[in-house]
């Protein structure tokens, strides 16, 4: 760790306390669904039967305070710092659902988180510091860049052609539908994540960022992009 600068170290702090919180919920979250399915429509099957449940809103509580935690690591630590790090609630889910729900991990399982915390190791090890903004209008500023409008808009149309077309065809037999758009979605979440945790930090400093519209509109992203997540997540949850 040594030269890693205090923001960053925050940064790493909160993130791996996010992946703790954020781990435990799927777990959490995944008993809610099954003791929901045992009672009404599953939420694969498109059923909403788990707002009743406590479990489901217990994992749901668990996982916004994880999701606050790296809300707030964004703030403080480059994105490249704290986006490998969420890999980390892998392991921890992992590990849970084999003492928890009678998962067995197996070797490719375990292979996998090795290779997680190798990778999420080397990456906190190698982190850049972060480039000094002062305000959410330069953010706005690379985020309006050509290269990264097409790829904005490209992925918005790839999780609409998935939504549409592949769901109810694929949804419920194959998996990797919901996790695409689950996985797309996040890429466009860690940007506006990003925004508005460097708004909220700049705010709290004394420069308030919440009087520009562009605040705002990240705001917006962050909100629709979550909702979207955790439904789809709820699907995958269930199917598993």
Same mark, same amino acid.
């Given at each position: 760790m040594k030269g890693m600068s205090m923001d960053n170290f925050r940064g790493l702090i909160l993130a791996v306390s996010s992946s703790v919180f954020i781990g435990s919920s799927f777990i959490i979250k995944k008993q809610?669904?099954?003791?929901?399915?045992?009672?009404?429509?599953? /939420?694969?099957?498109?059923?909403?039967? =788990?707002?009743?449940?406590?479990?489901?809103?217990?994992?749901?509580?668990?996982? !916004? %305070?994880?999701?606050? /935690?790296?809300?707030?690591?964004?703030? =403080?630590?480059?994105?490249?710092?704290?986006?490998?790090?969420?890999?980390?609630? !892998? %392991?921890f889910s992992a590990v849970l659902a084999h003492f928890i729900l009678k998962e067995r991990l197996h070797i490719f399982g375990m292979l996998g988180c090795?290779?997680?915390?190798?990778?999420?190791?080397?990456?906190?090890?190698?982190?850049?510091?972060?480039?000094?903004?002062?305000?959410?209008?330069?953010?706005?500023?690379l985020a309006s860049e050509p290269g990264f409008l097409v790829y904005f808009w490209v992925v918005l149309a790839v999780v609409a052609v998935i939504i549409f077309r592949y769901v109810p065809r694929y949804g419920q037999t194959h998996l990797v539908v919901y996790i695409g758009i689950c996985s797309l979605m996040g890429s466009l979440t860690v940007m506006g994540v990003k925004a508005v945790g460097i708004a909220l930090k700049l705010s709290f400093g004394g420069v308030n960022q919440f009087k520009y519209f562009e605040t705002w509109i990240f705001t917006i992203i962050v909100i629709f992009c979550c909702l979207l997540q955790i439904n789809y997540l709820n699907k995958v949850s269930d199917e598993t």
């Open positions: 809610g669904l099954k003791k929901a399915g045992s009672s009404g429509p599953r /939420a694969g099957q498109g059923g909403h039967s =788990y707002l009743y449940e406590p479990w489901w809103w217990a994992g749901m509580i668990t996982m !916004i %305070i994880g999701e606050i /935690a790296n809300f707030a690591a964004y703030a =403080y630590a480059p994105a490249i710092l704290v986006t490998p790090l969420g890999a980390l609630s !892998i %392991i090795a290779l997680c915390v190798v990778g999420s190791t080397t990456i906190v090890l190698h982190a850049p510091k972060e480039r000094h903004i002062e305000s959410v209008k330069q953010v706005w500023h």
